[in-house]
């Protein structure tokens, strides 16, 4: 089945409003876009204050693992319920609620004492992005009705994050040197405060649905993923065939397969099964799953690479790690040329040897690496690799909806975004330690310790970007499965 856009045949409410002026429109669309921004801005930040979380707070590379994956974990795990809620009580109610408590929670975090109180505060963030993430994005879509604005929309939308993930590195870099790392993770809290206060004067409420939730689907869905990831981070400190490990990834399994059935039975499913009636959107859906993990890893390995073993400040890291997003926001407004013309499968194809490429590239990093000729090269194919393999899938995962789909396709895509960062990171964190387990194991007797710990992260790292490279793989599979569009065959 080939992807048509022309289900959706009038503009949604927000554009559809008597008198509504171009300007308003414009601003909702750029609140909408810095929510996105706000998020994105918010991984970024958090990616430069691992180095002082694990030296203030004492965190392992498994505990700063749990510092991402306890957001991620609630985030995804929630996305298909905070969906559903904006379909039944109003998406910009539920919007703003979400961005209510993601703002409260960030505020929250920079007081962090404990690791345990850092984690926790970033599960109660995680549920705010899971409110406010879907119903941010089916607003965008509303928004649109015609096919080249929706996607001109979609690449706006995502520039937006990448122009914020720039300006928040530089600016988490630039706080975390003149003072600490809680400072950096208060920054986004005059953008959400901005939200607050800007949105309900330029966004329209949406007319609630009549319905139910489909709690027993939530629940199961986000047992399921906790299971999973916690069965993976715990392979990490302990065998495959630990009772523990593999009794959590059974059941993770098992709770995920009943989640399905339970899904087939409800009236009013959590997932709507028939957004998987169209070939492009599943395996739309399968990519952005599998793609998650070639990009978790950069960011998580690389900021601590060049702050502990390579003496970078944390604004030069911030610095550093700029090309990416820079590459990004450049190459979404390309990829929506570069879609209609050559159609998003080979789109996809070439976003995903360029990630393959940027994570081989980067595994072969040494302590003694020259920047311009080892690191920006492999970070400017990042970025345009994540661009090209981020915008078709969008579009893919967007296209021929009828209106009332719009907010469970854009549950479906942020959830399978979320929980394949999740599941990527915990599986890289797991390859990573036992990489560095048996360098430890193999290097000289009587080997200084500071260069010991630095052979044994530069290992670690190594392995975990040729796992990144290994999902780059899998997306680079499932876009063969995609069908060209009519546009790119004709």
Same mark, same amino acid.
């Given at each position: &089945?080939?992807?048509?856009?022309?289900?959706?045949?009038?503009?949604?409410?927000?554009?559809?409003?008597?008198?509504?002026?171009?300007?308003?429109? +414009?601003?909702?669309?750029?609140?909408?876009?810095?929510?996105?921004?706000?998020?994105?801005?918010?991984?970024?930040?958090?990616?430069?204050?691992?180095?002082?979380?694990?030296?203030?707070?004492?965190?392992?590379?498994?505990?700063?693992?749990?510092?991402?994956?306890?957001?991620?974990? !609630?985030?995804? +795990?929630?996305?298909?319920?905070?969906?559903?809620?904006?379909?039944?009580?109003?998406?910009?109610?539920?919007?703003?609620?979400?961005?209510?408590?993601?703002?409260?929670?960030?505020? /929250?975090?920079?007081?962090?004492?404990?690791?345990?109180? /850092?984690?926790?505060?970033?599960?109660?963030?995680?549920?705010?992005?899971?409110?406010?993430?879907? @119903?941010?994005?089916?607003?965008?879509?509303? &928004?649109?009705?015609?096919?080249?604005?929706?996607?001109?929309?979609?690449?706006?939308? &995502?520039?937006?994050?990448?122009?914020?993930?720039?300006?928040?590195?530089?600016?988490?870099?630039?706080?975390?040197?003149?003072?600490? $790392?809680?400072?950096?993770?208060?920054?986004?809290?005059?953008?959400?405060?901005?939200?607050?206060?800007?949105?309900?004067?330029?966004?329209?409420?949406?007319?609630?649905?009549?319905?139910?939730?489909? #709690?027993?689907?939530?629940?199961?869905?986000?047992?399921?993923?906790?299971?999973?990831?916690?069965?993976?981070?715990?392979?990490?400190?302990?065998?495959?065939?630990?009772? !523990?490990?593999?009794?959590?990834?059974?059941?993770?399994?098992?709770?995920?397969? /009943?989640?399905?059935?339970?899904?087939?039975?409800?009236?009013?499913?959590?997932?709507?099964?028939?957004?998987?009636?169209?070939?492009?959107?599943?395996?739309?859906?399968?990519?952005?799953?599998?793609?998650?993990? @070639?990009?978790?890893?950069?960011?998580?390995?690389?900021?601590?690479?060049?702050?502990?073993?390579?003496?970078?400040?944390?604004?030069?890291?911030?610095?550093?790690?700029?090309?990416?997003?820079?590459?990004?926001?450049?190459?979404?407004?390309?990829?929506?040329?570069?879609?209609?013309?050559?159609?998003?499968?080979?789109?996809? /194809?070439? +976003?995903?040897?360029?990630?393959?490429?940027?994570?081989?590239?980067? @595994?072969?990093?040494?302590?003694?690496?020259?920047?311009?000729?080892?690191? #920006?090269?492999?970070?400017?194919?990042?970025?345009?690799?994540?661009?090209?393999?981020?915008?078709?899938?969008?579009?893919?995962? !967007?296209?021929?909806?009828?209106?009332?789909?719009?907010?469970?396709? @854009?549950?479906?895509?942020?959830?399978?975004?979320? #929980?394949?960062?999740?599941?990527?990171?915990?599986?890289?964190?797991?390859?990573? !330690?036992?990489?560095?387990?048996?360098?430890?194991?193999?290097?000289?007797?009587?080997?200084?310790?500071?260069?010991?710990?630095?052979?044994?992260?530069?290992?670690?790292?190594?392995?975990?970007?040729?796992?990144?490279?290994?999902?780059?793989?899998?997306?680079?599979?499932?876009? $063969?499965?995609?069908?060209?569009?009519?546009?790119?065959?004709?």
């Amino acid at each position: &089945m080939s992807v048509h856009t022309s289900k959706v045949p009038v503009p949604g409410p927000l554009l559809a409003a008597p008198g509504r002026s171009a300007v308003r429109a +414009g601003t909702a669309l750029a609140l909408l876009a810095g929510c996105n921004a706000m998020v994105l801005l918010d991984e970024s930040m958090v990616q430069i204050a691992l180095p002082g979380m694990s030296r203030g707070l004492g965190l392992t590379p498994v505990g700063l693992g749990w510092v991402v994956n306890a957001y991620l974990l !609630t985030f995804g +795990g929630l996305l298909l319920l905070g969906g559903r809620m904006g379909d039944l009580l109003g998406r910009r109610r539920v919007f703003l609620v979400g961005v209510a408590l993601f703002t409260v929670a960030a505020a /929250l975090r920079g007081a962090a004492t404990t690791g345990e109180f /850092l984690i926790a505060v970033r599960a109660v963030q995680g549920i705010g992005s899971a409110l406010a993430a879907p @119903s941010a994005l089916a607003l965008v879509l509303s &928004m649109f009705g015609d096919e080249g604005a929706r996607k001109r929309a979609i690449a706006l939308y &995502m520039a937006v994050g990448a122009a914020s993930t720039a300006g928040g590195l530089l600016l988490a870099g630039a706080f975390s040197s003149l003072g600490s $790392w809680q400072w950096v993770l208060l920054l986004n809290v005059p953008l959400g405060l901005l939200i607050l206060l800007l949105a309900p004067l330029v966004i329209e409420e949406t007319a609630p649905s009549r319905g139910r939730f489909d #709690l027993a689907g939530a629940l199961v869905s986000t047992l399921g993923a906790v299971a999973l990831v916690f069965g993976l981070t715990r392979a990490a400190e302990h065998p495959w065939t630990d009772p !523990t490990v593999a009794g959590l990834l059974a059941a993770g399994a098992a709770l995920l397969l /009943l989640f399905l059935r339970i899904e087939q039975k409800a009236r009013q499913p959590i997932v709507v099964l028939r957004l998987f009636a169209d070939r492009n959107r599943t395996w739309a859906f399968a990519a952005t799953f599998a793609v998650q993990g @070639s990009l978790i890893g950069t960011g998580f390995f690389l900021v601590q690479f060049l702050q502990q073993f390579a003496g970078y400040s944390p604004l030069l890291s911030a610095a550093a790690l700029t090309p990416v997003a820079a590459a990004m926001m450049c190459m979404s407004a390309a990829a929506v040329w570069l879609e209609r013309r050559l159609g998003a499968r080979t789109l996809l /194809l070439a +976003g995903s040897l360029l990630l393959i490429a940027s994570n081989v590239w980067l @595994s072969r990093l040494t302590p003694d690496f020259g920047y311009a000729a080892e690191v #920006l090269p492999a970070l400017l194919l990042f970025g345009t690799g994540m661009a090209w393999c981020v915008v078709p899938s969008v579009i893919l995962a !967007t296209s021929g909806l009828h209106e009332d789909e719009a907010g469970a396709a @854009s549950s479906v895509h942020n959830t399978l975004q979320t #929980l394949g960062a999740s599941l990527g990171l915990a599986l890289l964190v797991t390859v990573g !330690t036992q990489a560095g387990q048996d360098a430890q194991q193999s290097l000289p007797a009587g080997t200084p310790p500071e260069e010991a710990m630095g052979q044994v992260f530069v290992h670690s790292m190594s392995a975990s970007f040729l796992a990144g490279a290994a999902f780059a793989a899998a997306a680079f599979v499932i876009a $063969w499965f995609v069908r060209p569009s009519g546009a790119a065959r004709s």
